[in-house]
């Protein structure tokens, strides 16, 4: 069965930062692309960043470009993001999302002082 966990999200202060996790199983990882998702409350969701299945590609939400790194371990079946300079909108749930529609249940990511 398909199953993508999160983890690493918790409170920290405006230039801060975080580092997600999300751990897939059920899958050949390393076959497919991963992506990151964030939903804040009251906004759409929205895109955080993606890496191709061989990490030759990577793309990222204009909010986060040049805050965030996206990378991969296709051994340890895990996604990464690395989220600095952190500021009070990148307080959301954030997800990872693989591959038939596949979502993780979310870990909160909360930036405030």
């Known amino acids: 069965q398909l199953q993508l966990v999160e983890s690493g999200g918790g409170l920290v202060q405006p230039g801060g930062s975080l580092r997600l996790s999300c751990v897939a199983s059920g899958f050949t990882f390393r076959d497919y692309s991963m992506s990151w998702w964030r939903q804040a409350p009251g906004k759409e969701g929205e895109l955080v960043a993606g890496?191709?299945?061989?990490?030759?590609?990577?793309h990222y939400g204009p909010s986060v470009q040049g805050r965030f790194t996206v990378s991969r371990d296709n051994d340890r079946n895990t996604v990464y993001l690395q989220m600095n300079n952190l500021k009070p909108e990148d307080t959301a749930v954030y997800c990872c999302?693989?591959?038939?529609?596949?979502w993780g249940q979310g870990t909160q990511g909360t930036v405030s002082s």
């Open positions: 999302a693989g591959p038939s529609e596949s």
């Open positions: 890496i191709s299945y061989r990490c030759l590609s990577k």
